[in-house]
């Protein structure tokens, strides 16, 4: 059974870190890409950074990159969204999910297709 488990995410001031991880079961990380997406009130979900371990390849969006840094542990099956110097705009519930395969050829929402249930990231002026 595929299952992945987004937490970390909580309150936070303008400037401020938080880190988020994602618990994947039911496969590995080195068989399929994981994406990082967020989505705040009224507006489109959209791709914040992707990993594709087993070709140990990045991808971050503009709007993220570095601020934001994401990573994976093997051994825990578990990926990681280090979020660093965080703006009001960056509010909004963060999903993690998983590609269709090992390569991450796309960071469309579209192409993923598990999702974890989100975890709240809220920052403040």
């Known amino acids: 059974d595929v299952q992945l488990q987004a937490s970390g995410g909580g309150s936070v001031q303008t400037g401020g870190s938080l880190r988020l991880s994602c618990v994947a079961s039911?496969?590995?990380?080195?068989?399929?890409?994981i994406g990082w997406f967020r989505q705040a009130p009224g507006k489109e979900r959209e791709a914040v950074s992707g990993i594709s371990t087993s070709e140990d390849n990045l991808w971050y969006a503009d709007s993220v990159k570095d601020r934001f840094t994401m990573s994976s542990d093997i051994a825990k099956n578990t990926v990681y969204l280090q979020m660093s110097s965080v703006k009001p705009e960056d509010t909004a519930v963060y999903y993690c999910?998983?590609?269709?395969?090992?390569?991450?050829?796309?960071?469309?929402?579209?192409?993923?297709?598990?999702w974890g249930q989100g975890t709240q990231v809220t920052v403040s002026s």
């Open positions: 999910a998983r590609g269709p395969g090992a390569r991450l050829v796309s960071t469309h929402p579209a192409k993923f297709d598990s």
């Open positions: 039911g496969f590995t990380l080195d068989e399929y890409a």
